[in-house]
């Protein structure tokens, strides 16, 4: 029996529901999808809100039973030496240093050292040229010579009651005349002269021969080494601190050495411009010392030789006063301290601290009042 709807009608037919399915399905997935979202993070939200929930409890849990116990360093106190020092930057000086050079004019024409020589006082160390006033010298030595026999005789004469006053007188006054010539002459020669007034060492020569020399210009040092001396400026604030006999601790930089003594001179003035004192350290000849040299000078103003002493950067400050933090019965405790002199990272401390506290020198920072701790 044939169909009553042809072929492409029952195609038409069929397809009707399907469109419908399709329209309804591209409605509606998306909805649900947002919805079903939504409904997954709120249970995620709520998982991890539990889960931390848990996880804070246990840790509390566990805290409470396992509380870690900070673990401290201490220090005994105990009595030691404990000094203080004043710092200052001072230089070596000598008393005897001197440059030398011709009081008179002219080409050179002696130089009798070289440096490093040992001088004596007295001694020549060079010369200008003196020809005009050695010639001088001696043509006045012929005449001196025989005014000094004319005189000779003629006092021989009067001392027998010969000849007459006036001839005696005269040679006599001839013979001083000549001798008072003859003194200037040697005086000039002396400016001719580069003589040491000291004994000691040269250090320099600036002469060469046939140079032109001239008062005033570098000649020859010559420096005695015997007597050297450390000198350096206090700050006034010391002045009733600091005093003959104090001892010195005098570092050399440049020498990598240093050496102890006491101070031999301390000013009583005190300089108005920079309001310093000078203070003065003798040197032993023994070391190979250098004048201008850099000392450091490292006096002692203050000795306590039974000290309680502690790091300075222990100590904590608060309104109510300087405390360190120390360790009694396992536990933390805050001890109130006075401090006094305070040198090279050191505190001595006067006040609240005996003999045999255990001071807490690390992990003090986060420590609380109470607070167990171990060491």
């Known amino acids: 029996m044939k169909s009553l709807f042809p072929s492409t009608m029952k195609k038409a037919i069929y397809a009707v529901p399907a469109l419908a399915v399709l329209f309804l399905a591209s409605c509606h997935p998306a909805t649900d999808k947002n919805k079903e979202l939504i409904e997954l993070k709120k249970q995620r939200d709520e998982l991890n809100a539990k889960i931390a929930g848990i996880e804070t409890a246990a840790a509390t849990k566990d805290t409470s039973a396992k509380a870690k116990i900070p673990e401290v360093s201490v220090l005994a106190a105990q009595q030691q030496f404990f000094r203080n020092y004043v710092e200052i930057q001072g230089r070596i000086d000598a008393d005897e240093n001197i440059s030398l050079?011709?009081?008179m004019g002219g080409a050179v024409t002696k130089i009798n050292v070289k440096v490093g020589d040992e001088v004596t006082k007295g001694e020549i160390l060079a010369e200008v040229d003196n020809k005009v006033i050695l010639q001088s010298i001696s043509e006045l030595q012929t005449g001196l010579d025989l005014s000094k026999t004319m005189y000779d005789k003629q006092k021989n004469l009067w001392d027998q009651k010969i000849g007459t006053e006036v001839q005696y007188l005269s040679a006599k006054n001839q013979k001083e005349g000549l001798e008072k010539k003859m003194a200037t002459l040697q005086d000039q020669l002396a400016l001719s002269r580069i003589i040491s007034p000291i004994n000691g060492n040269v250090d320099e020569v600036?002469?060469?021969?046939?140079?032109?020399?001239?008062?005033?210009?570098?000649?020859?040092?010559?420096?005695?080494?015997?007597?050297?001396?450390?000198?350096?400026?206090?700050?006034?604030?010391f002045a009733g601190k600091i005093k003959k006999g104090d001892g010195?601790?005098?570092?050399?930089?440049?020498?990598?050495?240093s050496v102890q003594g006491k101070i031999d001179f301390a000013a009583k003035v005190i300089n108005p411009l920079n309001r310093t004192f000078t203070v003065q350290v003798n040197l032993d000849r023994k070391k190979d010392y250098h004048p201008n040299m850099i000392a450091i000078l490292k006096i002692v103003d203050y000795v306590n030789p039974k000290a309680l002493v502690v790091p300075v950067n222990i100590i904590q400050h608060a309104e109510e006063g300087d405390f360190v933090i120390v360790a009694e019965n396992n536990k933390?405790?805050?001890?109130?301290?006075?401090?006094?002199?305070v040198y090279n990272g050191n505190a001595e401390i006067t006040e609240g601290l005996k003999e045999g506290d255990k001071v807490i020198l690390k992990g003090f920072q986060e420590l609380n009042e109470g607070e167990e701790i171990k060491f």
């Open 101 to 103: 050079s011709p009081q």
């Open 206 to 237: 600036a002469l060469r021969l046939g140079q032109m020399a001239a008062p005033g210009m570098p000649g020859i040092r010559v420096i005695n080494f015997d007597n050297l001396k450390v000198k350096g400026e206090v700050s006034e604030a």
């Open 248 to 257: 010195v601790d005098i570092i050399f930089p440049d020498m990598g050495d």
């Open 332 to 341: 933390a405790h805050k001890l109130k301290v006075k401090a006094g002199h």
